[in-house]
Nanobody
């Protein structure tokens, strides 16, 4: 599967963005999809994931209540809604996918999008 992330940009603290991840192929519907981010000098951090059916989501404590993942399987797209953004949220955001189940550990994930930059100004 190939993934294409988009939607990043520059936003002021307290603002919102919506990131999109478009997957290729008919099998994308059977992939669990997640979002990670990586700030300069830091490890890639798990943010959240959604099941292949789209019926269950799971979030890291650091973003729970501010970030929301959803998916539209008819259009092979998964979204990450970012609300109440803080300067510490500045990073490159990546979508990732695995068949049926996605690990929270980046080293165990095989399929990645190219990343989209999110910059939050204070």
């Amino acid at each position: 599967v190939q993934l294409q992330a988009s939607g990043g940009g520059l936003v002021q603290a307290g603002g919102s963005l919506r990131l999109s991840c478009v997957g290729s192929g008919r099998t994308f519907k059977s992939y669990a999809v997640g979002w990670f981010r990586q700030a300069p000098g830091k490890e890639r951090e798990f943010l959240g994931r959604i099941t292949w059916r789209g019926d269950t989501t799971y979030y890291a404590d650091s973003v729970r209540g501010r970030f929301t993942i959803s998916r539209d399987n008819a259009n092979n797209t998964v979204y990450l809604q970012l609300n109440s953004l803080k300067p510490d949220d500045t990073a490159v955001y990546y979508c990732a996918a695995e068949p049926f189940s996605l690990s929270t550990r980046a080293t165990l994930v095989r399929y990645w999008g190219q990343g989209t930059q999110v910059t939050v100004s204070s």
